[in-house]
Nanobody, 127 residues
Framework: QVHLVESGGGLVQAGGSLRLSCTASGRTSSINAMGWFRQAPGKEREFIAAINWDSTKTYYEDSLKGRFTISRDIAKNKTYLQMRNLKSEDMAIYYC????????????????????WGQGTQVTVSS
C-alpha cells in the first residue's frame, strides 16, 4: 500500500505562485509514475501533469503547460507542483496520484489508471 499526503495549498492572490508537495510513504518502491490532478466545485477531475520514475518524461495538460511545472525528488519520496501566475480558474482541490504504470497512462481518463490518491489540498485564488 502507498500513502500520499499533499501539502502547500492555501490562499494566494491572482498572479501569485504556490508550490504543492506530495509525500509518499509505504511501498514506494512499487511506484513508477506520479501525477497531479485538480477538481473544482461542480466540475470533473482534471489532469494537470505527470512524471515518470526518473523524471526523464513529463506530461502536461496543454492549457497549463508553461505555468505549472511538475518535479520529483525520489530520495525524499516527494513530488512537487510549482504553480505560477495563478488565476481564479485555478481554484480547486489539488490531488496527487501514484501509478505502477507509465506516466503517460495518468493522462488517460483523468487519472483512472492511478492506483493511489492523496486526500487533496485546497488552492484558493483571490482576485
Amino acid at each position: 500500500q502507498v500513502h500520499l499526503v499533499e501539502s502547500g495549498g492555501g490562499l494566494v492572490q491572482a498572479g501569485g505562485s504556490l508550490r504543492l508537495s506530495c509525500t509518499a510513504s509505504g511501498r514506494t518502491s512499487s511506484i513508477n509514475a506520479m501525477g497531479w490532478f485538480r477538481q473544482a466545485p461542480g466540475k470533473e477531475r482534471e489532469f494537470i501533469a505527470a512524471i515518470n520514475w526518473d523524471s526523464t518524461k513529463t506530461y502536461y495538460e496543454d492549457s497549463l503547460k508553461g505555468r505549472f511545472t511538475i518535479s520529483r525528488d525520489i530520495a525524499k519520496n516527494k513530488t512537487y507542483l510549482q504553480m505560477r501566475n495563478l488565476k481564479s480558474e485555478d481554484m480547486a482541490i489539488y490531488y496527487c496520484a501514484a501509478s505502477r504504470g507509465p506516466a503517460s497512462t495518468l493522462r488517460v481518463e483523468n487519472g483512472g489508471y492511478a492506483q493511489f490518491w492523496g486526500q487533496g489540498t485546497q488552492v484558493t485564488v483571490s482576485s
